[in-house]
């Protein structure tokens, strides 16, 4: 274990080794995947009920007024990722196919994810009121953008229903705000409960991976296609990931953003919504497209866990170092 932790693998790390072999060899189904999907609900609105009570209204106020945060957040999720998306689906469009290329575009115009991005921002001592209002604001937009940007690329019309708006402010919006309301009674109580803290933190990251893996061994999506394609797209999407983050981290030093605003804009800026873009893709794809056009979401999505998991634990060694 000592030498584990040496070369920057903990136990926290190892869990997530643990949660993926168990999605791809142990995988909820039926009465257990419901059960998993509504435990994964509420610990992540758990999660958003702890940082409103945590943070008093000066922090969400200024997350909310940091226009270079948010401009460049923005503008990451519906401009530079529509780029990149753009030319690797025209470079690799020949060996991936129509579908898997069309599933590339449409990830490139998904939101960024709310609870990975917040939760990985938080454990990594970044600025969590910015990223909950980055966060919140590109999946809120994203119920009318990413359907009329996959309109324009498709040349048709599309739509979607309120179902993700609610789902947001359910989960997300309205613990949030509960916690904000209750914050002069309990805020300090919770602040001091750093086990807590941690636990569902770390906890709903845990989930939302054995969910991720769980889901696309149950939809056989690891086995749809040719092993040279999946390899392909695997390749592609770490190209896709590794520029983004790349660009990210270049745009926190152009802009000279401070500390916990690049760890923001990295983990908001980087990646990209799964459960915002299931429902969006059955919205305005055919049933039988569905799951080759978001199984390039899906790796990315898992890709993007993974290596945030990572980034984020090297941040929160270096700020306990420096502190």
């Known amino acids: 274990m000592q030498f584990l932790r040496r070369i920057g693998i903990d136990t926290y790390m190892l869990l997530l080794v643990v949660m993926v072999a168990a999605g791809a060899i142990?995988?909820?189904?039926?009465?257990?995947?419901?059960?998993?999907?509504?435990v994964t609900f509420w610990a992540v609105a758990l999660l958003f009920f702890l940082y409103g009570a945590k943070l008093d209204m000066a922090s969400v106020r200024a997350g909310l007024l940091n226009i270079k945060l948010q401009g460049l957040s923005f503008a990451a999720t519906y401009v530079l990722f529509p780029l990149i998306g753009v030319t690797l689906a025209w470079t690799a469009g020949g060996v991936l196919g129509p579908e898997l290329t069309l599933g590339l575009l449409f990830l490139s115009v998904l939101p960024s994810t709310v609870q990975s991005s917040v939760a990985f921002t938080a454990m990594a001592g970044g600025n969590v009121a910015g990223a909950i209002c980055s966060a919140s604001l590109s999946n809120l937009v994203a119920v009318v953008l990413t359907p009329g940007l996959m309109a324009v690329i498709l040349h048709q019309s599309g739509g979607i229903s309120g179902d993700a708006?609610?789902?947001i402010a359910v989960q997300i919006l309205i613990p949030f705000v509960l916690g904000q309301c209750l914050r002069p009674w309990i805020g300090a109580f919770i602040r001091r409960q750093k086990l807590l803290s941690m636990v569902v933190d770390r906890g709903s990251i845990l989930l939302i991976v054995y969910s991720a893996f769980s889901a696309g061994t149950v939809a056989g999506i690891w086995s749809a296609i040719p092993l040279p394609t999946f390899a392909a797209l695997f390749l592609t999407i770490g190209v896709f990931l590794a520029l983004v983050m790349a660009a990210m981290v270049f745009a926190g030093r152009v802009f000279a953003l401070?500390?916990?605003?690049?760890?923001?804009?990295?983990?908001?800026?980087?990646?990209k919504s799964l459960a915002s873009g299931l429902p969006i893709a059955t919205a305005i794809f055919p049933p039988a497209s569905v799951g080759a056009i978001v199984l390039p979401v899906m790796l990315f999505h898992i890709s993007q866990l993974l290596v945030c998991a990572i980034v984020s634990q090297r941040l929160a060694r270096e700020q306990a170092a420096t502190a």
Request: glycine letters at 14%.
């Open 26 to 38: 142990l995988p909820a189904r039926g009465e257990a995947a419901f059960l998993l999907g509504q």
């Open 165 to 167: 708006v609610i789902k």
């Open 258 to 271: 401070d500390g916990p605003d690049r760890t923001a804009l990295f983990f908001c800026g980087s990646t």
